[in-house]
């Protein structure tokens, strides 16, 4: 349970209603849910409208969610998955959090089946038997006998109905060697292809990976039906977002003529801009600014001085906690001729690691493994055999 501190009591609130700053610090102890911060937008709305317009059908979509980080993706799936539940979808929520592709595949197998045993009560293995479909459900399975795991998918997914997949940050595949990507790929189209009618998936991922995507698998990406792109706050949103949390954090009979209080708008549209509207980034910004109040009890309000001073501090604090990790995060003294030779000499990439090899005289499979190292260390991004620097490494070389 939330500590209630009382020295937020003298504006009026029971906590810092900014200290969560996602939907993944909201857990199952506390006293409220996702849905209880959750500012419901324009983009909400759309997504509900494409999902009633698809099962008012009887269709079935594939979906994109994209956004950059801090926009509120893994929010909206998680709600999502609240919301469908209560409206009897079978709902399964996937956190992509590995990069081991076959790792994910046995997960979305594993949640299938719970899925299917937790609405019949029934052993899945069971019921398959009936049918002669005695194979269960596991990676190894899946790469041994395809056709039939595949089989009893189809059978468990039609029994299924109405059903909707999320997935959550699909970027992190990516991470992956290119033929596991290939293979989770190949799985995901599979499993979408015997989807039946009455049926979604939905993908949250940001922008650079969708792109990824339609260059990895053309066949996937042709079976999208919508992308719905997430886009910054605007000033009325954030302020929205704000009192949203502060009216949850509200004590009882707290007389203020300013729902904001103790913020006036003007401080929150400038917290705004200065995040330029990326939500994780404003909360971030609203929670040090009423931290600094709390300590401070000569400042009873803050406005947009006040919140000028904090975005300014905490600026010059973030910018020295990123010099430190870039620091100890510094390209090994080996590697760094390669980093420098793709910066300097390709204009930062996308280059093949072959073109690479000959290049530099160094066999094709040391010069992939010294590329594969940098990647690993975030200095490089990859793609089919492909290089190219990543914006972490342009600033370390920028400083040497």
Same mark, same amino acid.
């Given at each position: ?136 459900? *596991?990676? +190894? ?5 395809? /056709?039939?795991?595949?089989? !009893?998918? =189809?059978? #468990?997914?039609?029994? &299924? %109905? ?101 913020? *006036?708008? +003007? ?5 705004? /801009?200065?995040?330029?509207? !990326?939500? =994780?980034? #404003?909360?971030?910004? &609203? %929670? ?103 914006? +972490? ?8």
């Amino acid at each position: 349970m939330i500590s209630y501190e009382t020295s937020y009591n003298r504006v009026g609130l029971k906590f810092n209603p900014f200290f969560f700053l996602s939907s993944e610090a909201i857990q199952s102890s506390l006293p409220f849910k996702i849905e209880d911060i959750h500012v419901f937008l324009p983009i909400d709305h759309k997504i509900v409208s494409v999902i009633k317009e698809t099962f008012n059908r009887k269709g079935k979509k594939l979906i994109f969610l994209t956004g950059l980080f801090g926009l509120g993706k893994t929010e909206r799936a998680k709600l999502l998955k609240e919301f469908l539940e209560k409206n009897n979808f079978a709902t399964i929520y996937i956190k992509i959090d590995t990069s081991n592709p076959k790792v994910l595949v046995q997960s979305i197998l594993n949640k299938l089946v719970d899925k299917y045993n937790d609405l019949y009560k029934l052993p899945i293995i069971g019921k398959f038997k009936k049918n002669k479909m005695t194979k269960e459900i *596991t990676i +190894e399975n899946l790469i041994s006998s395809p /056709r039939e795991i595949m089989l !009893n998918l =189809r059978w #468990l997914l039609s029994r &299924l %109905r109405p059903f909707i997949m999320v997935m959550d940050e699909l970027e992190n595949v990516f991470h992956a060697h290119i033929d596991e990507q290939r293979f989770f790929f190949s799985f995901l189209l599979s499993l979408y292809r015997i989807m039946p009618l009455e049926s979604m998936l939905i993908i949250t991922c940001i922008p650079s990976a969708l792109n990824l995507i339609q260059t990895l698998t053309e066949d996937l990406y042709s079976e999208v039906a919508d992308i719905i792109e997430l886009t910054p706050l605007t000033d009325s949103e954030s302020i929205k977002l704000a009192q949203k949390r502060i009216e949850l954090a509200r004590t009882e009979n707290f007389d203020m003529q300013n729902p904001l209080h103790p913020f *006036t708008k +003007e401080a929150v549209v400038y917290a705004n /801009r200065a995040a330029e509207g !990326n939500a =994780r980034n #404003l909360i971030k910004i &609203l %929670r040090t600014a009423l931290a600094a109040l709390i300590v401070n009890p000569n400042i009873e309000i803050i406005d947009e001085k006040f919140m000028r001073i904090v975005v300014e501090q905490s600026g010059k604090a973030d910018g020295e906690l990123k010099k430190q990790e870039r620091k100890k995060r510094a390209v090994p003294e080996n590697l760094l001729k390669d980093l420098r030779m793709i910066m300097e000499e390709f204009e930062g990439g996308p280059v093949s690691y072959l073109f690479l090899a000959r290049k530099t005289r160094t066999p094709a499979i040391l010069q992939l493994r010294k590329l594969r190292e940098l990647r690993e260390k975030g200095f490089l991004e990859e793609e089919a055999g492909k290089f190219w620097i990543s914006e +972490e490494a342009k600033k370390i070389l920028e400083e040497k």
